[in-house]
């Protein structure tokens, strides 16, 4: 079994063309599909891209070479803009690599003299010490002045609520993300006692199907008997609060299939029709 690929490029090469036009317009379109889609780099290396037919270069080459050149491109055009000065704003955030690495990552939007609206990631800065208001704001000034950016032309800058986040800008325009307090205000609706003992009951449903492939499979029957559209219970992530209403309105999309899902789960097809009336 070969890994599979997500880019089956259709030009064909003999022989050596790294130097060639061709060459270079494919690994040009090999390193804007890694960058744009969040490719591993690695991919380059797999079975498919190393064939007899075509050869691409290796991953140091795009990873020293054609992708540096694309960051270098992409840098020049914002620098061009940004040395007219424009008034601009920011927006900030941390989160943490699958190897439980701290990041600061940093955009800016801003408004060109033609009236386009520009948003650039300035970038992703690592955090080597806690995450307190000082070390917070040091990244920060550390990717402005790299970019060379005049703080007085700040218009704001947006952060969750966090209290580091808020110490950190205190002296700047803070401006809170409507995002997280809409997360923040729903979460404190779905926490009502009504609406909480209907979703833990809810929940408890799609778990059972969820540790289940026979029951998954049973579903997926009857949902066809039923010319219910075929699709899986979802369940909600607690620090998304739209997928919480994703999970009940999936969940309400087939209740008829659940609801009869088999004389054999009768509790699950029972619950089933008191959640219904309960959401």
């Keep these: 079994h070969r890994d ?32 744009s889609n969040q490719v591993p780099i690695y991919t380059v290396e797999k079975t498919a891209c ?11 080459f795009f990873m020293n070479n054609e992708i540096q050149k694309m960051y270098n491109e992409t840098n020049q055009v914002i620098q061009a803009q940004l040395q ?5 704003a920011l927006t900030t955030d941390l989160w943490t690599g699958g190897a439980v690495d701290a990041y600061m990552a940093l955009t800016i939007q801003y408004v060109t003299e033609t009236w386009e609206m520009q948003s650039w990631c300035l970038g992703c800065t690592p955090l080597y010490s806690d995450h307190t208001a ?3 704001h040091e990244a920060l ?3 402005c002045e790299k970019w060379g950016l005049d703080m007085s032309n700040m218009a704001g800058i947006t952060t969750d609520n966090a209290s580091n986040n808020k110490k950190a800008f205190e002296h700047f325009t803070w401006i809170p993300c409507f995002g997280h307090n809409l997360h923040l205000a729903v979460g404190k609706a779905l926490g009502l006692d009504n609406i909480k003992t209907s979703l833990s009951r809810l929940r408890t449903t799609l778990s059972a199907f969820s540790r ?5 499979r049973s579903l997926k029957d009857k949902q066809k008997i039923l010319n219910v559209l075929v699709l899986k219970l979802i369940h909600d992530e607690p620090t998304r609060w739209n997928s919480t209403f ?8 087939q209740q008829r299939a659940v609801s009869c899902f088999g004389r054999n789960q009768k509790e699950v097809a029972s619950d089933a029709k008191i959640l219904i009336w309960q959401i």
């Design 212 to 216: 289940s492939n026979k029951m998954q």
């Design 50 to 60: 190393v064939g007899q037919e075509i050869r691409y270069a290796r991953e140091k």
């Design 134 to 136: 000082d070390s917070i």
């Design 84 to 88: 007219r000065q424009p008034c601009f």
């Design 141 to 143: 000034e550390m990717v």
């Design 4 to 35: 599979r690929v997500p880019f089956q490029p259709c030009l064909k090469a003999s022989g050596n063309m790294r130097g060639s036009n061709d060459a270079k317009r494919l690994n040009r379109a090999v390193a804007e599909l890694i960058c």
């Design 246 to 253: 994703q999970m009940v309105d999936r969940f309400c999309q």
